[in-house]
């Protein structure tokens, strides 16, 4: 629409600017945004940009920004899961402290936390506590988002072996929104959470990000001890890897019944590379397999990705036994 605007007075034409321009908001610039009520969440309420407030009609409640965020989460960094003080920081265009984006018939809806069963932002779906889906949100890293919110967080890996033990290794590391799994309101919708991501990537439904499996990138043949130069032995050795490629800890499933044997296995898993495997674009600590034969003096290896490679400690957390 084309407005033509005539008058001799330059007056009258800048009272006329100027009010057009309080009637028609500047391009992108939205008075409002729409909001789901946490409560009934049925309601869709337009919420003043800037507002601290949301109030529901049809609840007839007021709610604070304490009432629509999480105090604590539960969050899947890599396999390891753990609890953070939900404090997002900065705030972006997708997440906030008091709720976060999702997509509703091609419009925009936020959601605030407080409604949210789980979220897993590689998937891009939402699960409310009333158990309906939003199954579109933005990517978790973008345009709107160029820079996530940073979380502090303490993740723990059982570390060791058979022979100097096992313990738990603590370590405090700052992440940010787009490498979380999963982050869900209490321990038990996280477990709810890990079991769909799992079920989501074995489906095949997240094509643009596949499976990578762990791979084996220089293996290290193991020393065959005097003890066993006329024997014919077997020792089958799990190893646990990190995303970034170290060996965290190493599992026996197979001893050959002589200790140098064994031992002489473990040193050359400790010289082994391997990488580990990924889910949607992220690394994830993996288990590798390596069955050492020692035959009449010569020793060789064979390496392939535990079954399954990746998931084996996601319900299971390290206890350092």
Same mark, same amino acid.
């Given at each position: 629409? #084309?407005?033509?605007?005539?008058?001799? *007075?330059? &007056?009258?034409?800048?009272?006329? &600017? /100027?009010?057009?321009?309080?009637?028609?908001?500047?391009?992108?610039?939205? %008075?409002?945004? #729409?909001?789901?009520?946490?409560?009934?969440?049925?309601?869709?309420?337009?919420?003043?940009?800037?507002?601290?407030? !949301?109030?529901?009609?049809?609840?007839? !409640?007021?709610?604070?920004?304490?009432?629509?965020?999480?105090?604590?989460?539960?969050?899947? /960094?890599?396999?390891?899961?753990?609890?953070?003080?939900?404090? &997002?920081?900065?705030?972006?265009?997708?997440?906030? *402290?008091?709720?976060?984006?999702?997509? $509703?018939?091609?419009?925009?809806?936020?959601?605030?936390?407080?409604?949210?069963?789980?979220?897993?932002?590689?998937?891009?779906?939402?699960?409310?506590?009333?158990?309906?889906?939003?199954?579109?949100?933005?990517?978790?890293?973008?345009?709107?988002?160029?820079?996530?919110?940073?979380?502090?967080?303490?993740?723990?890996?059982?570390?060791?072996?058979?022979?100097?033990?096992?313990?738990?290794?603590?370590? %405090?590391?700052?992440?940010?929104?787009?490498?979380?799994?999963?982050?869900?309101?209490?321990?038990?919708?996280?477990?709810?959470?890990?079991?769909?991501?799992?079920?989501?990537? $074995?489906? +095949?439904?997240?094509?643009?990000?596949?499976? #990578?499996?762990?791979?084996?990138?220089?293996?290290?043949?193991?020393?065959?001890?005097?003890?066993? #130069?006329?024997?014919?032995?077997?020792?089958?050795?799990?190893?646990? /890897?990190?995303?970034?490629?170290? /060996? !965290?800890?190493?599992?026996?499933?197979?001893?050959?019944?002589?200790?140098?044997?064994?031992?002489?296995?473990?040193?050359?898993?400790?010289?082994?590379?391997?990488?580990?495997?990924?889910?949607?674009?992220? +690394?994830?600590?993996?288990?590798?397999? !390596?069955?050492?034969?020692? *035959?009449?003096?010569?020793?060789?290896?064979?390496?392939?990705?535990?079954?399954?490679?990746?998931?084996?400690?996601?319900?299971?957390?390290?206890?350092?036994?």
């Amino acid at each position: 629409m #084309t407005l033509r605007l005539r008058s001799s *007075n330059p &007056l009258v034409l800048i009272a006329l &600017l /100027i009010t057009l321009a309080g009637v028609w908001p500047a391009p992108g610039r939205a %008075a409002t945004e #729409t909001w789901l009520c946490p409560v009934c969440q049925v309601e869709r309420i337009q919420r003043p940009v800037g507002a601290a407030d !949301l109030t529901c009609p049809k609840c007839s !409640l007021t709610l604070s920004p304490e009432d629509l965020r999480w105090r604590i989460a539960f969050v899947a /960094i890599g396999s390891r899961p753990t609890s953070v003080v939900w404090d &997002l920081l900065p705030e972006c265009g997708i997440f906030r *402290n008091d709720g976060l984006l999702a997509y $509703e018939h091609g419009d925009s809806l936020w959601i605030p936390w407080s409604a949210v069963e789980y979220y897993i932002p590689r998937q891009r779906l939402i699960r409310l506590t009333s158990g309906e889906e939003f199954l579109l949100t933005p990517y978790s890293k973008g345009p709107d988002c160029e820079k996530p919110p940073l979380i502090m967080a303490t993740v723990a890996d059982s570390v060791g072996d058979f022979v100097k033990g096992m313990s738990v290794e603590v370590i %405090a590391k700052q992440e940010d929104m787009s490498t979380i799994h999963c982050a869900a309101r209490s321990r038990a919708a996280l477990d709810s959470a890990r079991a769909r991501f799992i079920a989501e990537v $074995e489906a +095949g439904k997240h094509p643009r990000l596949p499976r #990578t499996q762990p791979q084996l990138i220089r293996a290290a043949t193991p020393a065959v001890p005097s003890s066993a #130069t006329q024997d014919s032995l077997e020792v089958v050795l799990e190893a646990r /890897i990190s995303e970034t490629g170290r /060996i !965290l800890k190493v599992d026996r499933l197979k001893g050959s019944g002589n200790s140098e044997v064994d031992h002489a296995a473990l040193m050359a898993v400790y010289r082994t590379v391997m990488v580990s495997g990924g889910e949607m674009g992220m +690394g994830i600590p993996s288990s590798m397999v !390596l069955r050492y034969v020692f *035959n009449h003096g010569t020793a060789t290896v064979d390496v392939k990705p535990a079954v399954p490679p990746m998931w084996r400690e996601w319900f299971d957390p390290p206890q350092g036994k």
